[in-house]
């Protein structure tokens, strides 16, 4: 088997965290230094399906808005455009510029180049700092932000799985929007915040790679007012 290529390295703002774009033949990975693999070009199934839910439900509304928060190799993406019509807007906030580069380079013919999409805004920078400043300015808002309600790679994430974060996500939200949440596991708790912070709550299950690979967490919580 040929071995793994080191592409390219990128710091992570605030903790210190590093990431890694690996390479083998055709397939990608970005890892976190000392962490393993976070995610690959073979395995987002569970990516797409978070799309594919949230963004099915909002996609006859005129003019729909979605915020996606953390870009990853563009497949949460990619599936959201697929599922919203021309009129659409996707707001993509991304912490890493390098992230960004990388989706604009090697790994954009992956997800389809979802980047080039005129449907899509990137902005480079902590999507936390976009929910704190608008106020019922999404349809839907996607976190598909490290490694679900247990950050993983930076301490910084756990605020937006807070139950302060929660209500600032709702307060983002247009009445009868919809907050999904991707995660690698099942987590009560955070399904109780969810309740807590005024959304009533769904959750799903995924698996990684269409009817195999490992089980992940979907939730899907709607702002009713």
């Known amino acids: 088997m040929d071995p793994w ?12 965290g590093t990431l890694q774009l690996y390479q083998r033949n055709r397939e990608f990975t970005i890892n976190i230094l000392g962490g393993g693999v976070l995610m690959s070009t073979r395995t987002h199934g569970s990516e797409d399906e978070l799309a594919r839910q949230a963004c099915g439900r909002i996609a006859g509304r005129s003019r729909p808005r979605v915020l996606i928060g953390g870009l990853g190799m563009g497949f949460t993406l990619a599936a959201a455009l697929e599922q919203l019509g021309p009129d659409a807007e996707v707001v993509v906030a991304e912490l890493v510029p390098e992230v960004v580069a990388w ?4 790994l954009g013919e992956y997800a389809g180049h979802p980047l080039e999409d005129q449907r899509t805004r990137v902005r480079e920078g902590d999507v ?7 106020r019922q300015a999404y349809d839907a ?9 247990t950050g993983l790679t930076r301490k910084k994430n756990n605020w937006l799985y807070s139950l302060d974060g929660l209500k600032t996500s709702r307060a983002a939200l247009r009445p009868r929007g919809l907050l999904a949440v991707w995660s690698a596991g099942p987590d009560h708790a955070f399904t ?18 269409g009817h195999k690979g490992e089980l992940h967490t979907l939730w899907l919580a709607e702002r009713l007012s």
């Open 192 to 209: 109780e915040r969810l309740r807590k912070a005024g959304f009533q709550v769904s959750q799903i299950q995924a698996r990684a790679h």
């Open 5 to 16: 290529t080191l592409i390219d390295s990128a710091p992570i703002p605030g903790d210190g």
């Open 141 to 149: 808002i996607l976190l598909d932000v490290d490694n679900g309600p």
């Open 128 to 134: 936390a700092r976009i929910l704190r400043t608008e």
């Open 103 to 106: 989706n604009r380079g090697p």
